[in-house]
């Protein structure tokens, strides 16, 4: 009887020890593979309380924080390289990216939005619960998602001088970045370009200080007006980086260096991004660039001195792709330059487990002090704030059904609209008459949404072809005349030769899609075979008109002589029948150049 109940014991205690490890263990998975903490903080915590002052929240906050979820705060990820998404929690990250082309596999609205809400849920079950700042370039409309609404690229919109509707178009953008979940835009672009071989000439409003002062205050308080936090970029001078200097090898521009004064840098430079401040934008991102021999990504002067100290900035500054660690040399004592300069977060946007370990060590060593960290920290944690992202935002279908509305598209089609500038008109034989019998359309962008809506679409160097919803510049010019007109087209431009000439011939060319360094080109011109598609138009057509669709100006002044009419369209977006607006005199032509176009 005694060694059977011995028995029995011994097996209660193997269970009961087995059942204990379970638990312990299975607490401990939760713990540290998922990230959801069982010891979260209590939902009355103060910080919590959206009738609190700002402030009193992010005091609040921040004096909860550990070191560690500090840090975590300070990162910026790009989504696809999250190794586990239980790290979303486990690292407190406080920011994750689509890059350009880097959204989910089922590239809709609603595949974004499941993407982000699913991303944010694990950021939420976090012990603080903070939400992520989600960030995309949504630089001319929600351009990497799948029928979002395509607007001109910013140097059209420079052309049409237009401060509101700047504001409007970046309110629908707005829109419809809601729709996805996604709270914050690396745009407006700031820089004054000075060199059009730069592959980000199209990104920007032109080379006019006050013009670009004007229309990037304008799109910052269009975005802020709906919440979502707004990005000045790319700080300071990358307009003025100059040819051959690019640190990336691939590249000739883009990445490279500036050489002029400090006095230029403020007077043509700086003017943007202090206007975007006093509108009160929340982040500001560095040029990937250098300052003679100093990379601006560990500048103190520029970043503390001048953005925080003289023209009291309170957002963040965020780095740019991977440039805090491109820094040469060590990699922790990059990151810890880059901070120590000004830098609040770091677009990693790969190494995020590196990250943490180096700045644990940089705080724990001294290397970075408390007081910066905490700096950093807190202007994130206002802009989260500032943003809503702490109280309820839900999203309603009527929200949803915003996203590529006909309304929308009607404002990209206006600014189409507004951002044709005529360069040469001198028998003034515009515009066409919608009654004109016979028409030829030829060329390479006449029939081309790839080409109208260039790079940043759907993918970071776009797609050259139809594979976006919209409507080509040749729809446009066929929706737009009599029935009683005759559209003839042929992309090579090679129509049978008749007896009688056409009455008029339009040319569509331009470039293919680029972004960044890879659109760095010395000498932005047609093709020959573009200048032989209009030749071959020429000689068969009364009046010869030539449209440029294109990131910037094109030397076409050894031939400019022989087209009767010459129109750039910049990069129009998916809303081409705004050109035929203009070209058959619905609307008159109103841009104007926001650059130097030699002829
Ligand atoms: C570009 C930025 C962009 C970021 C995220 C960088 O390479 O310079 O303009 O916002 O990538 O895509
Ligand atoms: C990303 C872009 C980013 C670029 C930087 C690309 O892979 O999609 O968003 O700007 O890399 O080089």
Redesign the pocket.
């Known amino acids: 009887m005694g060694s059977s109940h011995k028995k029995f014991s011994f097996k209660r205690k193997q269970v009961v020890l087995l059942l204990l490890f379970l638990i312990v263990g299975s607490l401990v998975f939760v713990e540290f593979f998922t990230g959801i903490r069982w010891q979260k903080e209590s939902e009355d915590a103060l910080y919590k309380d959206a009738t609190r002052s700002t402030q009193e929240r992010v005091d609040d906050l921040l004096s909860r924080m550990t070191t560690d979820e500090k840090i975590g705060q300070m990162a910026l990820v790009e989504q696809n390289s999250i190794l586990l998404r239980s790290d979303i929690a486990r690292f407190g990250l406080g920011a994750l990216l689509s890059?350009?082309?880097?959204g989910p596999d089922e590239n809709t609205q609603e595949g974004w939005l499941t993407m982000v809400n699913d991303f944010q849920e694990r950021a939420k079950s976090s012990r603080l619960g903070i939400p992520l700042l989600y960030g995309v370039?949504a630089v001319h409309g929600h351009s990497n998602v799948f029928g979002a609404t395509i607007f001109p690229h910013q140097i059209g919109l420079g052309a049409s001088a237009d401060a509101d509707l700047v504001r409007r178009i970046a309110v629908i953008t707005a829109e419809e970045m809601i729709t996805t979940g996604t709270n914050w835009n690396f745009s407006p672009t700031a820089d004054v370009v000075q060199d059009i071989r730069w592959g980000r000439t199209y990104e920007t409003f032109g080379a006019d200080t006050k013009l670009v002062e004007d229309l990037t205050t304008a799109y910052v308080e269009g975005l802020h007006s709906l919440s979502i936090v707004g990005t000045a970029k790319h700080y300071l001078g990358s307009g003025a980086m100059e040819w051959g200097t690019s640190t990336n090898p691939g590249y000739q521009i883009d990445q490279g260096v500036i050489t002029i004064d400090e006095a230029v840098l403020r007077s043509t430079h700086l003017p943007p991004f202090a206007r975007a401040i006093d509108a009160g934008v929340g982040s500001i991102m560095v040029s990937h660039a250098s300052w003679n021999d100093v990379e601006l990504t560990t500048s103190h002067m520029w970043l503390t001195d001048i953005l925080k100290g003289e023209l009291s900035f309170q957002g963040f500054v965020v780095s740019d792709?991977?440039s805090v660690f491109d820094i040469p040399g060590d990699k922790y004592d990059a990151l810890v330059t880059a901070v120590n300069a000004g830098v609040d977060m770091v677009m990693l946007p790969y190494e995020y487990r590196l990250f943490a370990t180096h700045m644990r060590r940089a705080v724990d060593e001294g290397d970075i002090s408390m007081d910066r960290l905490n700096d950093a920290v807190q202007r994130i944690l206002r802009i989260k704030f500032e943003a809503g992202l702490f109280d309820n935002q839900t999203i309603s279908d009527a929200d949803i059904r915003t996203f590529g509305s006909i309304e929308h598209k009607e404002v990209a089609r206006e600014a189409v609209r507004k951002s044709l500038v005529l360069l040469k008109d001198a028998q003034q034989i515009l515009p066409i008459s919608k009654e004109t019998p016979r028409i030829l359309v030829a060329g390479d962008s006449a029939d081309n949404l790839g080409r109208q809506a260039g790079g940043w679409t759907i993918e970071?160097q776009g797609i050259d072809g139809n594979w976006i919803p919209g409507t080509t510049i040749l729809q446009g010019i066929e929706d737009a005349v009599s029935s009683e007109t005759n559209v003839e087209y042929r992309q090579a431009g090679d129509f049978p030769l008749g007896t009688e000439l056409a009455d008029v011939g339009i040319v569509i060319v331009g470039e293919t899609p680029y972004?960044?360094g890879v659109g760095d080109n010395e000498h932005p011109e047609l093709s020959a075979e573009d200048l032989e598609v209009i030749d071959r138009v020429r000689a068969i057509s009364k009046t010869i008109i030539v449209i440029l669709v294109s990131g910037r100006p094109l030397d076409v002044s050894p031939y400019v002589n022989d087209w009767d009419a010459l129109v750039t369209v910049w990069l129009p977006g998916s809303e081409g029948g705004g050109v035929a607006d203009v070209l058959f005199g619905d609307y008159p032509f109103t841009g104007k150049l926001p650059l130097e176009w030699p002829l």
């Open positions: 890059g350009g082309g880097g370039d792709w991977y970071w972004a960044e």
